[in-house]
């Protein structure tokens, strides 16, 4: 593209606690968009790194949408080396590379004085058995299983004390983001009967599936359509055995892919032990989210819609009981590169950095 | 809209077996569409009936994209009454009509001798609870209570012979439809363990929600979005109760708008009681709908997509079990404007007249 | 909906400078978007108006998706009443509101000491022939002549100093910003040979065309469609005419409605009375907009689109030259609620009250 | 995917007029389908073609869409050959090759005795000037010269009786079959003032930019945008030019890419000589297009739309005349893959072959 930036701040070269590696990827992008308007880096843009190899280039030569008038148009993306982030005083390192890529860096990083937010699957899960999808090439080496031991899963709903300590954040997976959060307050209360099985399924919006052109992330697969993909082998099913302490057989999880850019909708069907009200269903929600700014409940019988929360940082949840009380629908929404990723990581560098949690996610 | 036909051909206001009274909607466009072109009425176009108080309309002045080269272009919708369908020697006649105008009226068609289908929910449940819903005004009547005993509920794949002499076939909702068809073997076969629950997750494009401007068929609400609706209050769960045998604890049915002019996906989500095999259950599918032209299995494993099925006539079956034989996600997907509307009706249609079941829906 | 506010703000109720009348709209959503956002208001809430005889009803209640956790959820739309705007101190009023409605407020406004800024059509054209096709009802009375001489059409990048001091600021239309805005500089240079006629060929999101469910925004006509609308009978042809001092016969004008939710694409052809060389136009355009904030022009040869300008306050401008310099293809590119409606009213308001002209619109 | 055919009728491994080579993009899936359908040629599948080495294939494996009851799932792709063409007893080969393929192809074919449909554009122009931005590797040999001369120009509305008779048909771009059905009869009607330019805004569904996944393709890049490409340099300009007998500085064509899975809109722009009247207008074109069963035109005033011509064949035409008879706008649409594809070629076909041009096209 051929932006010509109106202005050049060489201020935006200056030192920087955060850099980005991988920016030019979906997550990647909204991150820098997030951390370029972060109140509390004005004037110290991030650190933007490409491949070791790759010639510095223009960061809105790569994302058009970015430029703006504070001469975001002269940023560039340079070429990954930990003596430049040592040079520019890089605190956090947010890895938005593919899992392989932050199994092998991680441990280096590390070693560096860095603490790591990664966005990839690579630390996300604790079982082997629930890893085991991955086939990480390290997997059971001495190294791995010692950062694994470290890696905090990055909701700060769920981990947030643990999260403002960490050296390494694991941000977690996008549907299963939308699903824990609106399973765990009913799963932790015990309320729900697990042996009569929890089904999620969820629909997402294209750009989850990234940014290589595929078959099917073409417009002509995609627009029109919708469909199934993964059932019984999605990579996000082990952050939902681990995080809400079930079993395989008590879940099924079944994402779609939905013909839009980007939002999530998950439809989760609980049956409970005994029959329940709906004002006090309500109540527990909002009780264990009181101390969460982006979680927000709906009231009882009110669904939310992918609408509201795309844009957004937000995680929507709503419910409908039916009227024996016993069988529950939640429904959950967010936006996949928010709340879903970029948003979320965010949240969590806040903490990490003793900021206010919603800092720049306004 | 101002076409101007080319060739108007007399023959085409002569005699004609069926008439369509509706024909302004989505599913009466559809069969007016159908008719047209069925190799049976070739040269003796459907009669077309409006409002008995309205003036005569060009069809084409309604749906644009109708017209061709036949002389189409100078059909006429003409006002409704039964003499008109008398002179014409109007066999059977298709309801396209709200549900409360089909109560209304098909006592008076039978009177008249007409065979009718009726695409409303008018007539398609035999238990007063599950019609509740609709709060038909006539409700309990001795008339109504001695129709709905002669209804046949419009599904060739499960009541063909019965439909072969009915003279009011019910055609199925459209979700009941794509539900149904995908879980009756399977129930028939007393595999599925229904005391933990079937779920029914369905997700239908916007021509479902109507022809009427409405907040929710608004282009901003529907597009870039997706919303759950009518939880625990579908009218079609009443269908998928008496079709299936279940009781109303046993099933959980959810409908979402999809950001899609037209099609239905249905996934459901089945516990079995005994562990099952891929190709047993492929095999069981295969058996069950040997005689049906309309529905396509999917091998084990394969997930049919709303593309695939759209602009048909067939509903598709796929399946995924996972490994423990005990949990069954199948994915059904139909048109639902043809297999879930009027596509359903020319089948009726072809078997109350004798045809072969498939005529016109190639 | 069912949003439950979490925190309520008393300060939200306090003195504002601003308020807003017709919020339900899309445009008038944005601008509660932006203000409530607007870095010199925070912790005053602007006035939200409705009828003089509505019942107040919650913001979020009309538009959830403006929840968020700093109060908004408790905020009110109040009946309007010039006593409210009094009592609040509003100084600046935004009418965003149907043209008619703001024909009749405007006058009782300024009578009020208010200063206005209206979204409307009502006050944008000082010809008598180019409002003709508005059939305003007070046309050429002495009060509406007056006020039209004190209207100020509100375009920053031309009419910047005048909207400084301007009590009534005509914010203009979407499609005429995105046409004025790419064809201004070529015209005022006179490097068109207007002779030749000028071809504007516009295409709008469905946002657009409103809030109301009509046939044209029903889903189903606006998905998977395009279509041309109002030929030589658009309302913003007069905008085109006045601001480029064209005549009629020297343009040719043709919105059509793509199915997007928002954002404007202009394409546009101009013959050249001499050959002109690339980097001549480039730098044309760049001197004539080097103090405008919003607007930002491509490098010769490369085109805007759509995408990289919705959701800003920016107006995208690039151009294509022929081999033969003498034919030229501009497109534009905008979000027709923001730089087309919200954002050039934002930018209105910060240049009526002193601010910065880009502040709150980051 | 998993289709499993229900029968295998062995008949359609007979003989067989017709074969397609390069079945696998959207070009070729349409062929199949719509040669499938033709009533001449029941029971006689076309030979379907994929590369000299490639491996047999089945159709429906590659398109499940096309799967139905009639034994369509047991038909193969089988590798090209020569010898394969003489033994099915061919006599038409339909290439959906891209344009250097076909520049080889063709010559052997018309040795080996076979009539040939070109989808490319390897033999549409018959200036060197207007081929050269397609850079044949053969162009100015004595051989590519020879065949050049008898290639006709597949429009059947312009050269009906020499496709009746020719060896070589060079189906027509997609984007110039609606801009030359639209323009033709006012520019050779001599009523066109040249001088002053025609400009020729066409807008494409994605279906346009082929099967291969790119980043143009990418939902991502197409939905929720619109985008202008090759402004001054797309290859269908010398078909505008050769076929309406304009020289380059009389015409501006800019090409869109439209968030749609298939349908062209052109909004074409003419300036008169003389004033005109609308009827005179429709007098002409229904004169010009009396014997064209695929145009269809629409009366004064009334614009066709997208959505009328998709899934037809139809080519619809309707203007809108300025008050002063002098500017008029000129709307065509229609379905990129049929009247703008496969749906000409097999017009074609049937003019070759001595059939009802409509035959299959209904």
């Known amino acids: 593209m051929g932006f010509a930036p109106k202005t050049l701040s060489s201020e935006l070269c200056a030192l920087s606690p955060v850099a980005i590696l991988g920016v030019s990827g979906y997550a990647g992008m909204e991150l820098a968009r997030l951390l370029l308007r972060h109140p509390r880096f ?56 593919p899992h392989e890529q932050s199994r092998e860096l991680v441990p280096h990083a590390l070693d560096h004085g860095l603490r790591v937010i990664d966005l990839s699957g690579a630390w996300r899960l604790e079982q082997p058995a629930n890893r085991a999808v991955y086939k990480f090439s390290d997997e059971g080496s001495s190294v791995a299983t010692a950062i694994q031991t470290q890696a905090i899963y990055g909701m700060p709903e769920l981990h947030r004390d643990a999260i403002r300590h960490a050296l390494l954040v694991a941000n977690p997976g996008c549907y299963a983001t939308s699903i824990i959060l609106a399973l765990k307050p009913l799963v932790s209360a015990g309320w729900v009967d697990t042996t009569r099985g929890i089904v999620c399924d969820s629909k997402s919006g294209v750009s989850g599936a990234g940014k290589a052109p595929t078959a099917k992330t073409h417009f002509m697969h995609a627009a029109d359509n919708l469909s199934a993909y993964n059932v019984f082998a999605h990579r996000h099913t082990g952050e939902l055995l681990e995080q809400l302490s079930l079993s395989p057989d008590q879940i099924v999880f079944t994402p779609h892919l939905l013909p839009i850019p980007r939002g999530i909708l998950s439809t989760l ?15 527990l929600y909002r009780r264990f989210f009181a101390e969460s700014p982006f979680v927000r409940i709906f009231a009882a019988g009110h669904l939310p819609q992918i609408q509201y929360s795309v844009h957004t940082n937000f995680c929507d949840i709503g419910f409908q009981l039916s009227a024996d009380g016993l069988r529950c629908v939640i429904v959950s929404c967010l936006d996949n590169l928010l709340k879903g990723a970029a948003g979320q990581a965010v949240q969590n560098l806040n903490l990490m950095l003793g900021f206010q949690e919603s800092e720049g996610l306004a």
Chains 1, 2, 3, 4 share one sequence.
């Open 269 to 283: 069907y609980v049956w409970f032990r005994e029959p329940q009200q709906p004002a006090t269903i309500e109540s």
């Open 42 to 97: 004005s004037g110290t843009a991030p650190v933007f790194l490409g491949r070791p190899d790759s010639a510095p280039e223009r960061l809105t030569a790569l994302h058009p949408q970015l430029l703006d008038n504070n001469g975001a148009g002269s940023l560039q993306i340079e070429p990954f080396s930990w003596d430049l982030l040592r040079d520019r005083g890089v605190q956090v390192l947010f890895l938005a590379t």
